[in-house]
Structures are given as C-alpha cells and as structure tokens.
C-alpha cells in the first residue's frame, strides 16, 4: 500500500480528499436515524417502549412548575394568585396541553407550603424542547412579579433544552481545545510546523469522513449523539497516533542515511504494517460491544470501528503519498527554540529521563517487575468497592446547576416525584369494569405501601386500550430505597392488580426501572464482551508474533492497567477523592455504561503501543540481537514516539474530563489515566522488566502453533548506502550504522 502510493501520489491523495468530501456529503444528505426508545433499553422498559410506540403514543415531555413559599400556605390568597398566574401564563403560550391545577389533582405538600402544576409540552420530544423556551419565559415572568415565593419549572423539555445546550457547547468546545492541544504537542516533538500539521489534518479528515460513513449507515444501525462524541474521541487519538507513528520512523530512517524511497519502504513494512495490527486490535475491541445487545453500545461500536478503519486507511495510503510529495520539504516551518531542543542525531536513544527509568529496571528486572504490578495493583484496590449506576439528573449536572437546585427543593417537598415509576398497562379493554377496578386497587396500594408516594397519575387512552400510572418512588433514583420500592411494584403490587385481568400486560418504566434494567443487562453480558475482547487479543498477538509469552504478556499487562484505571475511576467519582481538583465531587456511583466503554477502548488503543514497542523489539531480534539488547533496542527508539502519542491521548481525553456532564468526566478521566499508566508504568517499566526475566523463552512457540505464518518485523531492511545523507541540513550527514548501533547500546 505505501509503495503504490508512493508512486501514484497524486491518486493517492485526491483520492482521499473525493473520499472525504462524498462522504460527508452524502452523509449530511442521508442525516442520521437516532435510536428510537424501545431500542434504548433492555427488559421492561423496552417493552413498555414498544406498547406506547405501537398504539401511536409518544411518552409526553411532562412539565412541573414548583410554587413555594418559606412563609404561607397554598390556601393563602396571595400564593393562589401565583399559582392561577401560572396557570394563565403557561396555557396563554400556546405550547402547553393537560394543564392541571394543583387544588384539582392534590400536588399539595404535606406542610402546605408547596405545590406542583403539571403539564405537557406539545410535541414530540425535538419539538418539545423548541416549544418550552415560551414556556419557561412565562413561569420566569410569574417568578419576577412575586419575588418572596419560589416559581421554577423542571421536566422531560426544559431539562432536555439545557442538556442538548451544554452538549453542543461542550462539544464544540472540545473540538476546537483538543485540536490545537494535539497540534501543540506534535510541533513540539517535530519541531517543524509541516511535520506537526499532517497528523492533525489526516486525523480531522478521517473523522470528518467517517462521521458521513455512520450517518449513511445509521439507516440499519442506529446512532446516537454519545456515539459522536466517542468518534471524535478515539477517531483524534487513534487517528494523530498512527500518522505519528509513521512519520517519525520514516524520519529516523532518513536521519540514518537511507534515501527517500527506501525510507518510505521501511517506514511501511515496520510502522505501517504495526498501525494495521493495532487498527485490526482497536477494531476486534470495539466489535466486543455488539455482543450487549444494546443500542447504545452497538451505536457507539459501530461509529468508532468506522473511525478507526478510516484513519488506517489514511495512515496508509495518503500519509505515504504526501510524504514522497514531500519529501525533505516535512520539516519545513522549523521553530528555532524547539529545533535546538530537538538535537539531531537522537532518534533511537530514548533521551536522558527514559534512559534514566530503563537503566536500572534492565539492571533489577526481578524488583522492577515486583515494584510496578504492586503499584499497580495498589491503584486497582478500589475497584473491590465499585458501584455503578445509570446517574440520576442531578448527579449527571454540575453542582450549583439552576435545575438540580429546583430537583432538590421538589424531592424535599414530594419524595420521589422528579422521576417517578410509570406503569404502562395494554388490556384487551382497557374501560372494563375490571380493569377500572384493578387500576383503581394498584393505585391504593401504591400509597399506602410506604415505599411510594402521592400524588399518583393515571391516564387512560381508550382508542388505543393502554393506560399509564404514575407512581412516584421513594429515593434518589438510583440508591437501595428506589429500588427496593421498584422491586415491590414489579414483583408485588403490579401482579397482584392489573395483571391479574386476563391478556393485559403491565411493565413498570422510568428512570429507576431504567438503571435496574440497565445495570442487570451489563452485569450479563460483561463476562461474554470481557471473554470475546480477551481471547482475540491473545490470538491476533499470538499471530503477529508468534510467541505465545509475547501474547499472555501482552494480555496481562493491559488487563493491569484497565484495572489500575477502574480503581482510580472509583477512588475519584465514586468516593469524591482528589474530585475537587476536576470541578465535581463524588456521586456514589460510576455510570453503568463507562466500565465495559473503558475496558473494550483501553484494550484497543493499549496495543497501539504494545504493538508498536513489541514489533521493533521483535524487528532487533530478527536482525540478530540478543534478547536483552533487543529490548533495549526497542524501548529506547521507540520511547520518543510512545511519549508523544500518549500525551496527546491523555490531553485529547483530558479535554472530556473537563466537560459540564458526569458521564462524560468519568471517560475521559478514565482513559487519560489508563493511557497515562499504559506508556509509563506498563511500557516502560514492566514490559522491558518482564521480558528481560523471560529472555529467549519470550520467542516460544510449541511444534504444533509452527504453521502460524511467519511476518517479518523488519528483520531484512536495505542496507544504509554509504554515501547517504540525511534529510538535508535539517539533520546533517548520516551516522554510520556501527556507531549508531553503538549509540544504543547493541
């Protein structure tokens, strides 16, 4: 692929360029298909979906506006005058329908000095977020002519309005931080501003073009805005690091002398065949995911498999084609501070600090193995207390948020009412003395059981012979009293009423069921995703290298540092340690979905270094070193390059981690730590320590894996020709290979 690029450069690249333009045109054509609810959820909740779907009714973006007083109560004249105001005010925009007053359904507070006036906002649930800013103009009118009473609004529309503001603002904003942020740190490490500017560049269109890709394809596998993000996220860091990966071999080459074609050559039998693996492994990962069932994952699966297979695509074809059109002409825009930082003739050293870490861990490769999986291990003890949960609104807000101070003061006033349980019932007469009975007896029941509260709702639509009962759940949401009050509805109350009408089915939905349901599906599919990713890990790294310690190796070191990630994941978010530094605090709970995120990511992107550090080792050992000195080999020329894609990984998720919503923290802390650990810890430390202890049996493959196919790793390069120079005066001459051999120790 390098080669035929190279020789057809201008194929090559306005290729890529008619790729990317068709496909996010037609992409932005076709638009995106969104998962629908009932394909959201598992269990009761999809089902509940699925009743409403088919009898034509979409779940209404239900409203409440709170109206409280520190001082009177609800039959004062002055606080009717608020609460028929908002009534007036609400009903006059036009965007509001089932108006109710709480004198009429009760939503009175138990101390009289707070009450609810619940409404629907028209539309369906895109439209309904448009409709409520007349809405929430009316009620914050109310709020300005009576200042010693509290009028403030929170539902399904004005919650969904701030989060699809603060989604698209945090999201342009990561976009334009961790874009310049990579851009920063690759001048840096080129020191030359071309150099620098063309793994940006092929990142960003391989991520434009994949975002095309999933829309086109979102007609059979439905997208999601998460999965947008994640794109960006992976599709960046993946996409920087392996256009990094080549670029700085194919410098190195020519560093030592060897002529641009040649160079190019080697840059993609080495580096280009070792960003293929780890695409083929980044791939392998994410296609774990599918194996949830859900939506979502399949969703976010899909996107960042399209991302990843693009910008390898790219590294490979149209990285190559532009490197020969440039030739030299890569280290133009020199920085002069940073040319003289980067001194010529120090590719494949590793430079002073990594030198001065693999040192004495090649010295004491006994202790440093000890030493690093204790540490290791240390920072994945939390991981014993892990608790995870589908967050609830307030804990997903920043704190100080207008409407989690509003949720606050309702769940104060009426225990469980923000997010209560919704049964949805489908009978063969939904009118039927027998079921106005069984619907009238649940809804006794559910008050006086203790673990729910009033004021409890029931809407009926004969048309369609489907009913809902709103039962407001005692709890946060999401915490051991909401669930047990989930419980006893399912397995108690809800069959011993409305199901014992012949042909009615009743599954309970909401925001509780949703969590159960939720965390009871991953806590069944993590052993079968943990199990796929695992075992393909090993065999595409037993393939690759043929070596069944280089494979376990590879397995057990990445399965340490997802675990050293889980643990500070929960030492931080769950338990609020060190969480001030990050603007949050603990919220007893990591998000159900990040874990299994995490793990299928971290495994993916962690062999882009174990591949890329492995393989030149495994290339010296080809050439004939010994194994001790291969590994030096390998870690010391590789140890510029890792250092560079991995604090452009870390600040490329960092970015998240500063972002409004909790979930989206909880990622991108978790896999800037993950990353962090993976390219110190793991590559610098206990990789060259454990492979050291194991020397020649690193290499073991039993007589019966020997037809596995034999790769070359680099282990029959052209020679360096003796008159060669390097890339011009940007380097200087070439160093003869002996003495640069002495150089590095072989």
């Known amino acids: 692929m390098g080669a035929w690029s190279a020789r057809h450069r201008k194929a090559a690249v306005f290729g890529w360029l008619l790729f990317v333009v068709l496909s996010a045109y037609l992409g932005g054509l076709h638009g995106s298909t969104e998962v629908a609810d009932s394909e959201a959820m598992p269990g009761q909740v999809s089902r509940a979906a699925r009743i409403l779907d088919d009898a034509g009714l979409t779940a209404p973006a239900s409203e409440t506006v709170l109206v409280q007083s520190a001082t009177t109560t609800a039959d004062a004249p002055a606080f009717r005058a608020a609460v028929d105001q908002v009534l007036a005010g609400v009903t006059g925009t036009g965007r509001a329908t089932d108006v109710r007053s709480p004198y009429d359904t009760g939503a009175v507070s138990a101390d009289g000095r707070s009450v609810l006036v619940r409404f629907n906002v028209a539309g369906g649930d895109e439209v309904a977020v448009k409709n409520v800013t007349a809405v929430l103009d009316a009620v914050a009118a109310v709020q300005r002519q009576h200042p010693d009473l509290t009028v403030a609004e929170l539902g399904d529309a004005s919650s969904g309005k701030w989060i699809d503001e603060q989604f698209s603002s945090d999201f342009t904003r990561a976009e334009w931080t961790a874009v310049p942020l990579a851009l920063g740190i690759l001048l840096i490490a080129f020191g030359a501003l071309v150099a620098a500017v063309l793994p940006v560049v092929l990142a960003v269109t391989a991520f434009v073009a994949a975002g095309g890709l999933v829309a086109l394809g979102s007609g059979v596998l439905h997208t999601t805005d998460s999965a947008g993000s994640v794109m960006l996220l992976v599709g960046l860091a993946v996409g920087v690091d392996y256009c990094l990966f080549y670029l700085r071999r194919e410098r190195e080459e020519r560093a030592a002398g060897r002529d641009l074609e040649t160079a190019l050559a080697v840059a993609a039998a080495t580096s280009g065949r070792a960003v293929l693996v780890s695409g083929v492994t980044v791939v392998v990962a994410m296609a774990g995911m599918f194996l949830t069932g859900m939506a979502e994952f399949q969703a976010m699966a899909y996107a960042t498999i399209v991302v990843v297979v693009t910008a390898v695509l790219g590294s490979l074809t149209v990285l190559p084609a532009l490197l020969s059109m440039l030739g030299d002409r890569v280290e133009k825009g020199r920085v002069p501070l940073l040319g003289r930082l980067r001194r010529p003739g120090t590719a494949g050293t590793g430079g002073r600090f990594w030198n001065a870490v693999l040192t004495p861990v090649l010295r004491r490769p006994l202790a440093a193995t000890l030493l690093a999986t204790a540490v290791l291990l240390a920072l994945a003890a939390p991981l014993l207390t892990m608790r995870t949960a589908n967050l609830t609104f307030r804990q997903q807000l920043p704190a100080g948020n207008a409407l989690v101070a509003v949720s606050q003061k309702i769940e104060a006033a009426f225990p469980g009412s923000p997010a209560p349980a919704s049964v949805v019932i489908k009978a063969a007469d939904i ?192 050439q004939g070193l010994p194994t001790r000195a291969a590994v030096a080999h390998g870690i010391r020329s590789t140890a510029g390059v890792v250092t560079s894609a991995a604090v452009i990984m870390v600040a490329v998720f960092a970015v998240f981690g500063t972002l409004s919503m909790q979930a989206m923290k909880q990622m991108g802390v978790g896999l800037a730590v993950a990353v962090l650990i993976d390219a110190t810890v793991i590559r610098a430390v206990l990789l060259p320590a454990v492979m050291t202890l194991l020397g020649e049996r690193n290499w073991y493959l039993p007589a019966w894996l020997r037809w ?39």
């Open 708 to 746: 596995l196919p034999e790769l070359s790793h680099g282990g029959s390069l052209p020679p360096v020709a003796a008159a060669a120079h390097g890339p011009g005066t940007a380097t200087g001459p070439a160093e003869p290979e002996r003495a640069r051999h002495r150089r590095i120790g072989v």
């Open 431 to 622: 009118d039927s003395p027998a079921m106005t009975a069984a619907i009238a007896d649940l809804r006794a029941r559910a008050l006086a059981d203790g673990r729910m509260h009033g004021p409890v709702d029931v809407t009926v639509h004969p048309a369609q012979n489907v009913a809902t009962v709103d039962i407001p759940l005692g709890g946060s949401g999401n915490d051991a009293t909401s669930t047990a009050a989930l419980k006893s509805l399912r397995e108690d109350l809800v069959p011993a009423t409305v199901l014992r009408v012949p042909g009615t089915e009743a599954p309970v939905t909401g925001r509780t069921a949703a969590s159960h349901d939720f965390n009871a599906k991953m806590t069944g599919s993590m052993p079968l995703v943990l199990g796929f990713v695992v075992a393909f890990a090993f065999l595409l790294m037993l393939t690759t290298f043929r070596s069944l310690a280089v494979a376990a190796t590879a397995v057990v070191l990445n399965l340490l540092s997802v675990g050293a990630a889980y643990g500070v994941l929960t030492l931080v978010f769950q338990h609020g340690v060190g969480a001030s530094l990050l603007g949050t605090a603990g919220v007893g709970a990591v998000e159900t979905w990040v874990p299994l995120f995490l793990f299928v990511i971290l495994f993916g992107l962690s062999m882009d270094y174990h591949v890329f550090v492995v393989s030149r080792i495994k290339e010296g050992r080809d």
